[in-house]
């Protein structure tokens, strides 16, 4: 469906980033298949990223982890009416240009996949779809920022069922913003430079008390609880890749973590969401991994 | 501008931030909206932009869906935009089945009918008599397109679309519905007309 009109202008940052202010407090599912997409939007999520395996498969599985096949992106689209997400490699241009082309509604440059640039993420602002991009800390937030992404996640260690990199990401970011507030104009200089971002960014912090786009939280949410912890520490909707599909009862976990994710500063209603869900996924303790995607990007 | 009746912002899930730095601004307290104890504190309420499947869901589960469809039957000052447009439209095309309608204003809503994110745009809507015949700055993501409206219905802006004019901000009684995010700009003359309908409390007001 095309609407071209010339008093329009598409591919603004006010609409690209307009579209995760939409999705604020909500929970963004990982889903395989047309039939994944449906449980999901019929458990209440705001937008589901198409992906061919889940991280914790990816992880399993080791080799390359590539752009999904865009048949699978097209079957899932058809599938469900939310936003539909996509990930490409970081430095991967050529994978975001297919998924612009495909009709994506956001792109993750995304460290599950292996990443195709070792040196250059992608300059996102050659795009008229917005990205999402991981960062473990505010620099690398920054970074990604003024290379044009217009949401930022934490990264976590996906596939793991462990929170624990997640709330480590989330408390570094937040607590680089703190310092920020209470540097004086002139100090932030330094703060650019040992954040190795641009100093308009960190002036711009200063100013506002916050990040320039929304932070969303990713890697290891896997309950309820989880969902509630990372929100209370400033995320403002969270990813959930494995923790869904790879549960015991995935219809039960899904709606849980949306109620969560609503009510997430209400104990008793997180509590009545999390009665009863049967196992979440089995999770791996991030001291054995052998890979690190965190690591991955810069 | 101390004293304006508190407005409620339904706080299930969309960019309810954004709203309540409007209204805040213009003097009103807000309230967040999640359960029907919030709802009871509240004079107003404003439905966000959001995806309208989730809040249908939440809204359900929360209990707050049949006291809210009754507060604005009664004529409580309500004002939805995008998602929130979507809730309370009359009849919604491509929606889901179990999709909540609230029934607030008499018109026919497609969702997502301006396509995917890539369609999404920044323009300026005509506003008619009411906003001075002027222009404002209109931001749509993902919206929804108002297709038809009621003899009841005051069209108050419109974008040009096909040649012809789309109605882009409609009012009935008390509910006012936007089908673009004032609150993602820094124009307030949309929420502003809100709270002047908030104040009187009634339907026909004027600016």
Redesign the interface.
């Known amino acids: 469906?095309?609407?071209p009109?010339s008093?329009?202008?598409?591919?603004?940052f006010?609409?690209k980033r307009?579209?995760a202010?939409?999705?604020?407090?909500?929970v963004i599912m990982d889903v395989v298949n047309a039939e994944q997409a449906r449980i999901a939007?019929d458990?209440?999520?705001?937008?589901v990223m198409a992906l061919e395996r889940v991280p914790s498969d990816i992880r399993r599985d080791g080799g390359v982890a590539r752009m999904s096949d865009p048949a699978l992106i097209e079957e899932i689209q058809a599938a469900v009416?939310?936003?539909v997400m996509a990930k490409a490699r970081i430095g991967h241009f050529a994978e975001a240009q297919i998924l612009?082309a495909l009709?994506?509604?956001?792109i993750d440059e995304s460290e599950v996949l292996t990443p195709a640039d070792e040196a250059h993420h992608i300059d996102k602002w050659a795009f008229?779809?917005?990205f999402v991009c991981g960062a473990t800390n505010l620099g690398e937030a920054l970074r990604r920022i003024a290379e044009g992404a217009c949401l930022i996640r934490s990264k976590g260690e996906a596939g793991t069922g462990n929170v624990v990199e997640a709330v480590r990401h989330l408390r570094s970011i937040s607590s680089s913003i703190r310092e920020i507030r209470q540097a004086d104009a002139s100090e932030l200089f330094t703060i650019a430079k040992n954040h190795q971002a641009p100093i308009g960014l960190i002036q711009e912090i200063a100013e506002t008390g916050k990040l320039p786009v929304p932070l969303f939280c990713a890697g290891g949410i896997s309950t309820p609880a989880d969902a509630a912890l990372v929100l209370q520490l400033g995320a403002e909707a969270v990813f959930v890749g494995s923790g869904i599909f790879k549960s015991s009862n995935p219809q039960l976990f899904a709606r849980a973590i949306?109620?969560a994710?609503?009510?997430f500063e209400?104990a008793a209603a997180v509590a009545k969401a999390s009665r009863g869900l049967g196992a979440a996924m089995a999770g791996l303790e991030t001291a054995t991994l052998e890979s690190r995607y965190a690591e991955r990007g810069w | 501008m101390v004293g304006l009746r508190p407005v409620g912002i339904l706080a299930l899930q969309g960019d309810v931030r954004e709203h309540r730095a409007v209204l805040e601004a213009i003097g009103h307290e807000v309230v967040s909206v999640k359960t029907p104890l919030d709802l009871e504190k509240v004079s107003a309420v404003v439905l966000p932009g959001g995806e309208s499947t989730a809040i249908s869901l939440l809204l359900k589960s929360s209990g707050l869906l049949g006291p809210l469809r009754n507060r604005i039957a009664e004529g409580m000052p309500t004002f939805g935009t995008c998602a929130g447009l979507v809730l309370l439209a009359r009849s919604i095309l491509d929606g889901r089945a179990d999709q909540v309608q609230l029934d607030g204003i008499d018109a026919v809503v497609r969702r997502n009918g301006f396509g995917r994110q890539r369609f999404s745009f920044e323009t300026s809507a005509q506003g008619a008599s009411t906003l001075a015949g002027e222009t404002l700055p209109a931001v749509f993501i993902r919206a929804p397109l108002i297709e038809s409206v009621g003899d009841d219905v005051e069209v108050l802006a419109t974008i040009e679309r096909d040649g012809g004019n789309t109605p882009v901000l409609i009012r009935q009684g008390s509910v006012l519905a936007g089908s673009f995010h004032p609150e993602l700009t820094a124009d307030r003359r949309c929420h502003e007309l809100f709270s002047a309908m908030v104040e009187q409390g009634t339907a026909q007001s004027t600016l």
Do not use: W
């Not at chain 1, 009709?103 to 956001?106: A, E, I, K, S, W």
């Open positions: 469906m095309t609407e009109n008093s329009r202008t598409t591919g603004t006010t609409v307009g579209l202010d939409m999705l604020r407090g909500g939007e458990a209440g999520a705001v937008a009416s939310l936003p612009q009709g994506v509604d956001y008229e779809i917005p949306v109620e994710s609503t009510h209400d």
